[in-house]
Structure formats: C-alpha cells, structure tokens
C-alpha cells in the first residue's frame, strides 16, 4: 500500500476514533482532519472541494431557514398541546401521539431540527402530568429516527444517498422507504405501551390540568403561518418534481428558504441565518475531505472489490452485508460519517460489475437511519435531545437507553431484511 493510502487511513481513523470519544467536538475534529488530508498532499486543494457536496450542504440550510421561520409561528407548539388534549390528558396516549407526530414531522424536516421542536414542548407537558419525561424523550428519539428514514429530507444519511445516486427522486424515496419505515412504526407502538406504561402513570386531577389547556394564543403569527406554509407545500412539490425540472434539490430548499424570506421581510434574515446549524454544515465539509483522502488513494476501491470477493457480486448477499454492517456500525457511531465512507465504496461496485445498485443504496438508508437508533451516539438526534434531557435534571444513561433501544433497533433490521429480500431480490 502507497505511503499516502497510509496516512490518508491513519488520519480518517484517528478522526473517527476522536468522534467517538466526544472529547473533542465532531466539527473541529472532521475540519482539521480534512485540513490535513490537503497539508500533507494527500489531496490537493482543488480536488478536495471537488469531493464536498454542495447538494447535500445547499439542502440542509434551506430546510434549516424555512423551518426556523415556520417555527416562529408557534404551529409545534400548537401541535403538541392538541395532541395532548385529543389524547384526553392520558399519559400513555400522549406519549404515542407525540412519538407518532415526530415520526411524521421528521420525515419532512431534519430529525434533529423535529427533536430541538418538540423536546420543550414535552418537558411542559410531562411537568403538568408530574411524570418522567424520559420514556416520552426516549420514544421521540426513536421515532424521529424512523421517520427520518422515510423520505429524501428525512435523515442527513438519506440526503447523501439522493445527492450521491441522482437516479433516486424524491418521490423514489418515498415510494421505496415510507412503507417499511411505518411497518417499523407500527411494530414500535405496541412495544413503546408495554415497555413504558407503568412508568408514567398520573392522577385524576392531573389529567384534567392537560384538558384545561387551551389552544388560543399558541399560533403567535398566523401571517407568517400562512406565508410558511405556503412556501412549505410549493417546496415539497418541487422535491417530487425536481428530476422533471432538472433541478437539483438543493436549489429547491434554497428556492423556497428565499423566497420565504422575501415574503417575511429582510428583519427575519439575521434570525433565520443565525438559526441555521453551521456547527453540522461545517462537520459535512471537514467529512466530505477526510473521505476524499480515502476515494483518490484507491483505499475505497480496494475496500468495494474486498467486498465483491466475500459475497462474489451475489445481490442478496451484498445487500445483507450492507444492510447489517451499516445498522451495527451505525449504532455505535454517528451515522453520517459511516455513509460517507459507504457511499463511494457502493459507486465503486457498480464500477466494478455489480449492476442493479438500487437494493443496495436501500440497504444502506435503512441499516444507517435505523441502526442510529441502536445507541445514544448513533445518530445526531439522539445526542441532542440527550443534551437537553440533561439540562432539564433528566439524564438519559447510556447503558439505560441501549438496553431498551438496541433490541427495538434490531427488529427493525430484521423487518427491512425481510422487506428488501421480498421487494427487490426475490
């Protein structure tokens, strides 16, 4: 192996190590190891912003903008305290409406952008039940990641996966991944009431103080809520059609984050921009360069023709080996660098004979959306709203989450095998 391979894999794992420790924040540890991939020469300058993807980067800020504006309107708010109130103040029935709305709201919005939405709101309603809000916390983590897996916008793995093979829309990630993400869901709920029941458990009196909530005032801006929606509904349509338009997607979330700002006035530009998480967009980059070192080294093209040889090419096989290996590692570390480093490594494989890649990339949206529920450092939404947990005296323990999530995280592997074999390799 070439010196350079060497050190571009001392580097990269180096760097994954420091993710994992969390010692040192993601973002600084993915920059400066993207900045040593170009100081030593492994990659040039050039050829490293060559491997940044700007689809990817473009997309999650004009999500970012638009639902920060959106959020000023207090429609989450409304939301939640509806729920509540339709579930007739029973905490059982309000954990699962609330696990059901992230599920869905994630599925449309970023999952960690969903959880920052939806955590202060169940802290206040958990208050006024006087029950724990960790079984509500923990069954939102879960469901945002499973709502995430649905669409295109769900999950930053599923971004990378669009942008990466253009032949997969909007509406194909929809069409291929919504239904086993809600047969996932609708497995989940059963469990989430047997697992959590006793454990929020209220009064009388209590319940009658969630039904004396009232829902007047919680829309703060119902101008802004109308031009937010607007723009959210032409939005999403132009997800489902941006292949017919020869657009990229990133150009349709930027389209409607500015003209969203046009119709709101400049004084919402410093908020909305402010609101966006450049922390995650600079982690992307620094990412994006690390695996480059990877890609231009041959390292990538090494690793996909390791993998044609143990599973000789076989489609089933190689979508098994993908499907499992990404939900394990998933769970153990941020899921978004593991698909970037899964990402080339598919493209390889096509280039080296394996023709239909679409059970594959399927394969890997499932394993690494799905796998990130497995632990608290699996996916970005499960260490934010472990973070507020905390600030909120709510501590959720590394070891309490994996006993209850790992083994849900499974069966939902064991489903998607099930679903990919029976779908595309039968």
Known sequence: MEQQAIWAIIIFLAAYALMISEKIHRTIVAMIGGLLIVAVGIVDQQTAISHIDFNTLGLLIGMMIVVSITADTGLFAFIAVWAAKRAKGKPVSIMILLALITAVASAFLDNVTTIL???????SITRQLSVTPVPYLMTQIIASNVGGTATLIGDPPNIMIGS????LTFAAFIANLAPIAAIVMAAYVPLFILLFRKQIQTTP???QTILALSLSGLITDRKLLTKSLMVLTVTMAGFFLHQTLHLESAVVALSGAFILLLLTGEHRMEQ???KVEWTTIFFFVGLFVLVSGLVETGVIADLAAKAID???GNPVASSMLILWLS???SAFMDNIPFVATMI???QEMGNMGVHDLEPLWWSLALGACLGGNGTLIGASANLVAAGLAGKEGYPIRFMAYMKIAFPLMLLSIVLSTAYIYLRYLM
């Open 117 to 123: 939405l939806m955590l202060p709101v169940t802290f």
């Open 164 to 167: 990466a093979a253009k032949e």
């Open 205 to 207: 009196e209590r319940t």
């Open 272 to 274: 909305a921009f402010s």
């Open 310 to 312: 143990l599973t000789g």
């Open 327 to 329: 939900a394990i590692a």
């Open 344 to 346: 080339p490594l598919i």
